[in-house]
């Protein structure tokens, strides 16, 4: 296995300040948070003193009613609208393509705006996951990903870059339009299998495409826009950050945006983990427990999420299961138990039924919390480890295609 982390890559892909382009570059401000909407508003020229009660007016009508459009803010003088259409828009991530499972997991391929540097304009995959009463929202951090996970097909594609506050927001905000998630709206498209609650997104989880810890800032103001009590209203105990070990920072992450947390974790000892999460050669499990252990508000109602994904052969032994309990001793935790989802061109296949329940009988009877993970949307590859956005197939297919034109032209 390689090392998991691209350092020249991680620098690269570094956060800067929030992103709000010149007037007539037409950026979206969808998703902004209140800083970054009034630099917008400074940008225009709106007076410092106005610029309070205007951040507040454009964000009762981004994040409470869901326009899409700076004509529908009739509490806005018309001077202002007409200046905000012409610096700025109100966009979501284009839909490239949106798939609709058997078991109603919707999963969109969306296309994010081309940055200075970028010649082709990259992709990322967002899932939501309906029960009866409740609906969850897998977000993308990065296009693509550095670790390099062997069971995970989205570590099988390169990092493009990190999301913008606005990119990862405006996946919330498009699943919203698709559902019908907005005060008095209907769904769009295919409307089967949705949750019976007024509700239709109630969790978020940063478990989509990348390390959310490895674009820390972004991650973190898109889900104080997510969390605002005025606006999209996500409790935090409702938002999850799954992070595959990045140890440094997640204390950090504790007391700065203060979400559940989630460990992909996969083994229990150092030389599996190494080749199941390379990270763990840069920051081994010892350490990544310590962290675990001083995470801030870690308490029996605030546990911590670690995910097991269950590999036949590999980790699934009831001696795993054993070393597991061991391992997460005096620690507030649950365990996800995880059935492999596979994708194509994997060499791991998943447990049996009857070994994961003997396993997680072994977990159960120590006191922990052990649910197995259902398989959601295994049929469009929406499933847990099986992102990975078209964006690769497709450049090698028109590479195909030019090199055929080339061909018959010459």
């Known amino acids: 296995m390689t090392a998991s982390f691209d350092s020249a890559a991680h620098e690269a892909a570094k956060p800067g300040p929030h992103p709000v382009a010149a007037p007539s570059a037409k950026s979206t401000i969808a998703g902004l948070g209140r800083a970054g909407l009034s630099e917008a508003l400074a940008a225009i020229g709106v007076p410092e003193k106005q610029r309070r009660m205007r951040v507040n007016q454009l964000w009762g009508w981004?994040?409470?009613?869901?326009?899409?459009?700076?004509?529908?803010?009739?509490?806005?003088?018309?001077?202002?609208?007409?200046?905000?259409?012409?610096?700025y828009t109100l966009d979501r991530p284009e839909i490239v393509s949106e798939q609709v499972s058997i078991d109603g997991?919707?999963?969109?391929?969306?296309?994010?705006p081309k940055l200075g540097h970028e010649l082709r304009a990259p992709e990322i995959e967002t899932v939501y996951i309906p029960e009866s009463d409740r609906g969850t929202l897998c977000i993308s951090s990065q296009v693509g990903c550095t670790l390099n996970c062997s069971f995970c097909h989205?570590?099988?594609?390169?990092?493009?870059?990190?999301?913008?506050?606005?990119?990862?927001?405006?996946?919330i905000l498009l699943a919203r339009d698709r559902i019908g998630d907005w005060p008095g709206a209907a769904p769009l498209g295919d409307a089967r299998l949705l949750p019976d609650s007024d509700r239709k997104i109630t969790n978020i989880v940063l478990m989509g495409m990348g390390e959310p810890l490895y674009n820390f800032d972004h991650v973190r103001d898109a889900m104080e826009v997510a969390s605002d009590g005025e606006g999209l209203s996500v409790s935090k105990r409702r938002i999850t950050l799954s992070t595959s070990g990045v140890v440094?920072?997640?204390?950090?992450?504790?007391?700065?945006?203060?979400?559940?947390?989630?460990?992909?974790?996969?083994a229990t000892r150092d030389e599996l983990r190494d080749e199941l999460v390379p990270i763990n050669k840069k920051y081994p499990i010892k350490e990544l427990m310590r962290a675990c252990s001083d995470y801030p508000g870690l308490s029996n109602a605030r546990r911590i999420t670690f995910e097991y994904v269950m590999l036949k052969g590999v980790n699934d032994s009831l001696a795993d299961a054993r070393a597991l309990v061991r391992l997460l001793a005096g620690v507030p935790a649950k365990i996800n138990l995880i059935p492999f989802n596979p994708w194509p061109?994997?060499?791991?296949?998943?447990?049996?039924?009857?070994?994961?329940?003997?396993?997680?009988?072994?977990?159960?009877?120590?006191?922990?919390?052990?649910?197995?993970?259902?398989?959601?949307?295994?049929?469009?590859?929406?499933?847990?480890?099986?992102?990975?956005?078209?964006?690769?197939?497709?450049?090698?297919?028109?590479?195909?295609?030019?090199g055929n034109s080339s061909d018959q032209a010459g």
């Open 62 to 87: 981004l994040y409470v009613r869901g326009v899409t459009g700076f004509d529908q803010m009739t509490d806005v003088s018309k001077e202002l609208r007409g200046k905000l259409t012409q610096a």
């Open 105 to 112: 997991t919707r999963k969109w391929l969306l296309r994010l």
């Open 154 to 171: 989205t570590g099988t594609q390169k990092l493009v870059r990190n999301l913008e506050v606005q990119e990862i927001v405006g996946q």
């Open 345 to 402: 061109g994997t060499s791991y296949e998943c447990s049996d039924w009857e070994t994961i329940e003997r396993f997680a009988d072994v977990v159960n009877k120590a006191g922990y919390a052990s649910p197995v993970r259902t398989p959601r949307g295994r049929d469009i590859l929406a499933a847990c480890g099986q992102l990975k956005s078209e964006s690769l197939k497709l450049r090698a297919s028109e590479r195909a295609a030019d």
């Open 248 to 266: 440094p920072e997640i204390a950090r992450w504790g007391e700065e945006a203060g979400t559940m947390l989630a460990i992909s974790l996969h």
